[in-house]
């Protein structure tokens, strides 16, 4: 049972657009949302992460936009850059701070063209 | 680098086979996370230690188990090995005091034939 569904499963962007990727959980007794991105050959590695009590969160070009009441959160890339092609998890957890596991959704394979 | 080692990188074996899969975790880290990732599933999260200790377990096979050494590296041993175990499994740290993030390492890709 997926706790978080992702999608779309793969994306295609030009350089300079905006990438967009959706998150969906049921679970409400989640607090913690990272979204992992993860290179080829790699491992993922936290790109940015939100809690609940703030509807969005920016780290220079990426904006976690957070909806709690519809239980939904998403990925904004914005000025899209090849460098970016990679493949990008969104996660969730609750009472993170007690070290519980990190619940994945399937993953977005993102494509910047150039 | 995240700081997590795993070994070894790449494995090929036959079903019916047993492995061993090897994570140093990050130094000063308690906490360590098993995921298996496969092309239609994503990250599946297998079992959790924390300081020798199993904390939580997640969707891990029955054929499959792991430990947590008093030097706090683990091992992820899979045992009658199916094609369907074909996978990139990764370790996974997590820092004390707890900020949520997790740092992988590079994984393991395992190959049953």
């Known amino acids: 049972q997926q706790q978080v569904k992702q999608s779309p499963q793969s994306l295609i962007v030009q350089k300079g657009g905006i990438s967009i990727i959706n998150c969906a959980y049921e679970?409400?007794?989640?607090?913690?949302f990272p979204w992992y991105q993860q290179f080829p050959g790699k491992g993922p590695a936290l790109l940015i992460a939100i809690r609940p009590d703030v509807s969005e969160k920016k780290e220079g070009r990426f904006t976690i936009s957070f909806n709690k009441s519809a239980k939904q959160f998403s990925l904004h890339i914005m000025d899209s850059q090849p460098g970016d092609s990679a493949t990008y998890f969104c996660?969730?957890?609750?009472?993170?701070?007690?070290?519980?596991?990190?619940?994945f959704g399937k993953g977005t394979s993102l494509l910047v063209t150039p | 680098d995240s700081g997590v080692t795993q070994t070894p990188k790449h494995l090929i074996t036959a079903t019916g086979q047993r492995v061993t899969l090897r994570c140093s975790p990050r130094?000063?880290?308690?906490?360590v996370y098993w995921y298996q990732q496969s092309l239609d599933q994503g990250l599946q999260f297998l079992i959790q230690y924390y300081n020798g200790e199993e904390r939580a377990k997640g969707n891990i096979l029955e054929r499959f188990s792991a430990q947590q050494f008093p030097d706090l590296h683990s091992e992820l041993n899979l045992s009658s090995l199916e094609l369907g175990d074909s996978a990139l499994y990764f370790c996974?740290?997590?820092?004390?005091?707890?900020?949520?993030?997790?740092?992988f390492g590079e994984g393991s890709r395992l190959t049953v034939l």
């Open positions: 996660a969730a957890s609750k009472n993170s701070n007690s070290g519980y596991a990190l619940n």
């Open positions: 130094s000063g880290d308690l906490s």
């Open positions: 996974a740290s997590r820092p004390y005091p707890n900020t949520g993030e997790l740092f």
């Open positions: 679970n409400t007794a989640f607090d913690y």
